[in-house]
């Protein structure tokens, strides 16, 4: 019996039946668990790039908005993954968002971006935002081991501009009617509005790239990146255009608008050759209009934070100590359709030149046209002009050219650029407009009665000669005010903001200074 009992033990200890399974169960305890921590890991990873994508957007929609420290805040509130918000996820929680804003001399040095005054709070001057971003990423299975989540965080700094390379060919349009003689208030500058005027072009061109990175812009052989060229209305003679860039003591004579056939089917500037409303660089040859290249020479490279007191362009901006530069002088009144088509001409042929360049017109005035006894036709009869009995067809019209519906025209005109085309097929002439002293009382002059927009006001048909409301601005002088968020009154502030917006912000390194 005793040696029963001990043969049934040791069969027992040898049958090992059920040891499988009892080890796979062991085993899938682990292995469950390691396919859970890859999961959270799996999570938490993507939790994490999700967080620095949104970092990303919120600072480069933060630095789009610079100097307005107010509406860039928003932007990156509204571009952050917190609920409700463009990049927001559900898996991402107790999401919170910090701005900073940021003056990094490192992108005054290599850039040439200079730090712009805040229009919005924090006051300060800024060239630059940093985000961070934290978030707590929910786990699967960490709650068996008593952690249901785990904090993420992200950063990402953004500066205002130099993240987009595209070539530019810009045409600055600036009245020099005799209202602009007048001496500014104060608000803007000491002298006279043209001076205040050309303040905010200089202080354009100082945050432009005229060359690559990396190389001179001055002398031959040069691939241009940012061009430019100045135009004045009303026209001036084209042998005296270069008064303006040569510092002499007299300014050119000022021409009246005038058209060599108004009978021309389609619309042109159709600018007899002794006139010419490009002063920078000037129209070549006798017989005819040939266009000359625009200027890159404006800085001596693209990251200096000084303009060359050497280009014609600077010199006629007033930016050589002791020349005065493009003086208005008045004499006829405002006129701004031939002007504008004369520039595009000038863009168009300049674009030619420079394949893959874009094209962009900037033009400063008051808004009211009103230059009727400044505007003849040396063959034709201009349209709105002589009696019903002297001029029956065009007496009451104002297709272009006419003596009325003046800011309509302009405003055709300008639509016009805007539809043309590249030589790639697209994108047409960016129009932005300044307004400086703009009144939003009364109709333009010629507008009342005869127009393509009848009844309109200065302010208003400013705004509808840019490409579209954000490229319209306003100094506010007489109640002007721009529809857009970044409502600059400083002139300096306005041709900045768009200098920056022909280029887009750019992510930097984290720890830039």
């Not at 701005?99 to 850039?111: A, D, G, H, I």
């Not at 960490?142 to 965080?153: L, N, Y």
């Not at 003679?237 to 002499?248: G, I, L, N, V």
């Not at 490279?301 to 002791?322: C, E, F, P, R």
């Amino acid at each position: 019996m005793k040696l029963q009992k001990v043969s049934l033990f040791r069969r027992l200890l040898k049958d090992t039946r059920g040891q499988t399974a009892v080890v796979m169960a062991l085993s899938m305890v682990a292995f469950i668990g390691m396919a859970g921590i890859a999961i959270d890991l799996g999570h938490g990873y993507a939790g994490v790039q999700l967080l620095q994508a949104s970092t990303n957007a919120a600072a480069l929609a933060g630095a789009a908005a610079l100097p307005n420290t107010t509406t860039a805040t928003a932007q990156v509130t509204a571009y952050s993954a917190m609920p409700g918000e463009k990049s927001a996820n559900p898996s991402l929680t107790n999401v919170t968002v910090t701005p900073t804003f940021k003056c990094l001399s490192t992108l005054t040095t290599n850039l040439g971006l200079g730090c712009a005054t805040a229009t919005g709070t924090p006051s300060g001057s800024y060239n630059a935002v940093q985000v961070t971003q934290t978030a707590k990423v929910a786990l699967s299975f960490g709650g068996i081991f008593h952690v249901p989540s785990f904090s993420i965080g992200a950063t990402a700094t953004a500066s205002m501009s130099g993240g987009q390379n595209t070539a530019w060919n810009v045409a600055i349009v600036l009245d020099a009617t005799s209202s602009m003689t007048s001496n500014d208030s104060g608000l803007q500058c000491t002298g006279t509005q043209e001076s205040c005027a050309l303040l905010g072009v200089q202080a354009m061109l100082q945050l432009m790239y005229p060359c690559a990175s990396g190389t001179t812009c001055t002398g031959t052989g040069i691939t241009p990146v940012d061009s430019v060229s100045l135009f004045v209305f009303p026209p001036v003679e084209t042998s005296q255009a270069k008064d303006y860039y040569t510092c002499p003591t007299t300014t050119p004579t000022i021409e009246p608008y005038e058209f060599q056939n108004v009978t021309t089917t389609s619309p042109n500037y159709n600018l007899p050759v002794t006139s010419t409303y490009q002063v920078v660089p000037t129209p070549l040859g006798t017989t005819g209009h040939t266009i000359a290249g625009f200027a890159y020479d404006y800085k001596t490279t693209d990251a200096s934070t000084t303009l060359n007191s050497s280009s014609y362009s600077v010199i006629a901006a007033g930016g050589k100590s002791g020349c005065n530069g493009i003086q208005a002088k008045g004499g006829e009144g405002t006129y701004y359709a031939q002007a504008i088509y004369a520039a595009q001409a000038a863009l168009i042929a300049n674009q030619a030149a420079n394949p893959g360049s874009q094209n962009a017109m900037i033009i400063l005035g008051d808004g009211d046209m009103s230059a009727s006894s400044g505007l003849k036709a040396d063959t034709g009869t201009l349209n709105g002009t002589g009696t019903s009995s002297s001029n029956p067809n065009g007496y009451h019209s104002y297709a272009y050219p006419s003596a009325l519906g003046q800011c309509g025209q302009a405003i055709i005109a300008a639509q016009a650029a805007a539809a043309t085309p590249n030589a790639n097929g697209v994108n047409g002439t960016r129009v932005y407009t300044v307004g400086y002293g703009a009144k939003t009382s009364g109709t333009c002059s010629t507008d009342a009665s005869y127009s393509a927009y009848k009844g309109i006001q200065a302010c208003t048909a400013l705004q509808d000669i840019a490409s579209s409301p954000g490229y319209f601005y306003s100094d506010d002088g007489n109640g002007c005010q721009s529809p857009n968020q970044m409502n600059f009154t400083q002139l300096k502030q306005i041709f900045q903001a768009i200098s920056r917006d022909l280029t887009t912000p750019r992510l930097i390194p984290n720890g830039t200074t």
